[in-house]
C-alpha cells in the first residue's frame, strides 16, 4: 500500500489511522519497547522551547509530543495539527489539548506564526515530501527549530536479519494481535523500507531551506532524528 499514488495514498492512511486510533499509543510502546516515549522527550528538547515560545506539532495523532512539550514548558503555547480526527479525539480523552484540524501539505497557519515545528512519524506518510518540508519552513519564524522524528531505512549491517525478523514478523503479528486491522501494521514496516535514507532527508531540509541541518540514528538505524533552522 505504500505505492499508492497521490491522492489514493493519502485516503488510505487517513482511514487506516482512523481505524487503530484507539490502539496506536499501546502499539507504539509495544513495538518500540517503550523507547518511543524517551525519544520524543529527546525531540522536544532539541527544539529549545521556552516558557513564551509557540510550538506546532503537525501530525500530532493523539498528542503525545504535545504533551511532552507541555511537560517541560508549561507556558508554551502549543498546538496539535492532524487530518485524521479520529486519532485527536482518542487524544481529548486524555485531556483537552489544543488540537487542529489541517494537512500537513496545506497548512492552516500564517507565515512565521511558530518559533519551533516537530513531528513523530509524519513524514514517511506524507505523499510529498519536499512540500510538506516547505510548509513547515514557511510557518516557522526566522530563527526557528523544526525537529522530525520518523523511521529511515535501515543500512545494511550485522543487526539486518533482527530488524528484518522485528519490520516482518513481530510488529505485524503485534498488530493483528491487537487491532482488527491488521494490514496497517503490514504498511508501516513497509514504509520503513521504502523511506528515504536519513542522509536523504537532511538534503531534503536543506534544499526546502534549513541551515545547520543535522540528525542521528536510533534503535539499530531503524529510527532517525532530524534537526534544522530557519
Do not use: C
Request: proline share 3%.
Amino acid at each position: 500500500m505504500s505505492d499508492l499514488p497521490g491522492e489514493k495514498r493519502s485516503t488510505y492512511v487517513q482511514s487506516m489511522f482512523a481505524r487503530i486510533a484507539g490502539r496506536y499509543d499501546l502499539l507504539n510502546r509495544l513495538i518500540t519497547m517503550g523507547q518511543d516515549v524517551r525519544w520524543r522527550k529527546e525531540v522536544i528538547r532539541k527544539v529549545r522551547l521556552t516558557s513564551s515560545s509557540r510550538l506546532l506539532d503537525i501530525g500530532t495523532g493523539t498528542g503525545d509530543l504535545v504533551r511532552e512539550a507541555l511537560a517541560q514548558n508549561p507556558g508554551a503555547g502549543v498546538v496539535g495539527a492532524d487530518f485524521t480526527l479520529e486519532m485527536m479525539r482518542v487524544g481529548q480523552k486524555k485531556g483537552r489539548l489544543n488540537f487542529a484540524a489541517a494537512d500537513a501539505l496545506h497548512l492552516p497557519f500564517q507565515t512565521s506564526t511558530f518559533d519551533g515545528v516537530v513531528s513523530g512519524f509524519l513524514m514517511r506518510n506524507v505523499i510529498d515530501i519536499t512540500l510538506a518540508l516547505e510548509e513547515q519552513y514557511r510557518v516557522l519564524e526566522k530563527g526557528g527549530r523544526v525537529v522530525i522524528l520518523d523511521t529511515t531505512r535501515p543500512q545494511k549491517n550485522i543487526f539486518s536479519p533482527l530488524i528484518w525478523i522485528q519490520l516482518h514478523i513481530i510488529i505485524p503479528t503485534l498488530g493483528r494481535i491487537f487491532t482488527k486491522f491488521g494490514e496497517a501494521y503490514h504498511y508501516l514496516p513497509e514504509t520503513t523500507e521504502d523511506f528515504v535514507t536519513a542522509e536523504e532527508l537532511a538534503e531534503r531540509m536543506s534544499s526546502a531551506g534549513f541551515v545547520r541541518v543535522g540528525f542521528r540514528r536510533l534503535m539499530f538505524g531503524t529510527i532517525a532524528i532530524h534537526w534544522g533552522e530557519k
